[in-house]
């Protein structure tokens, strides 16, 4: 396994993830440390089922007020949990996105192939603030610009992320920019 490593402007910090690609899911473990909006360290597991669908997020972060986990779980069926307790606002979402970390813009992306081929997707996400780990819902769009480039928008912020031929974001203006090859 082979890890990818950003620069998080965002945070001021760094990321560094070991992906798993398979047909179809993608599993990762990865770890974050940025001083923006606090100074503070993230590790994390994702685990996507069929169709690059998140299954399962399990995230710890540290910070001066102390250690968080949260364990973000899809039923499949459209439902989530968030340490076993339902998340309604978020349901219908087929995948996570971990503030500030590259790497959940991959799911959605490979899913619909959106760095190869033309089309334009609107999605809900369950989207996991750094580092407080709160989950909320976050509608999103991405749309192919051409062969490695989409669109990423959400609200009033727009972004023009470049992908590599695996799906994974070599640069996300205004986020990360990745320093290591696959």
């Known amino acids: 396994m082979s890890a ?33 909006p606090e100074p503070y360290w993230i590790s994390y597991e994702l685990d996507s089922a069929d169709g ?6 399990r995230v710890t972060a540290e910070s001066a007020d102390g250690s968080r986990t949260l364990d973000l779980r899809h039923d499949g ?19 996570c996105d971990l ?34 780990l709160a989950v909320r819902p976050s509608r999103q769009t991405y749309t192919h610009l051409g062969p490695g480039r989409v669109r990423y928008a959400s609200g009033d912020f727009r972004s023009d992320l470049e992908f590599d031929a695996e799906g994974y974001v070599v640069d996300y203006p205004r986020l990360a920019t990745r320093l290591t090859a696959r």
Not at 29 to 35: L, N
Not at 118 to 132: I, K, N, Q, T, Y
């Open 4 to 36: 990818i490593t950003w620069e998080v402007s965002a945070s001021r910090g760094f990321e560094t993830a070991w992906p798993e690609l398979g047909e179809g899911v993608l599993r990762a473990r990865g770890r974050a440390v940025g001083i923006v």
């Open 52 to 57: 690059f669908v998140t299954r399962r997020l």
């Open 77 to 95: 069926k459209g439902a989530w949990t968030a340490n076993g307790e339902a998340l309604p606002g978020v349901d219908g979402a087929l995948d």
């Open 99 to 132: 503030g500030l970390c590259p790497l959940t813009n991959t799911m959605p992306v490979l899913r619909h192939r959106l760095h190869q081929v033309p089309g334009e997707r609107e999605f809900l996400m369950a989207w996991v603030s750094v580092p407080d």
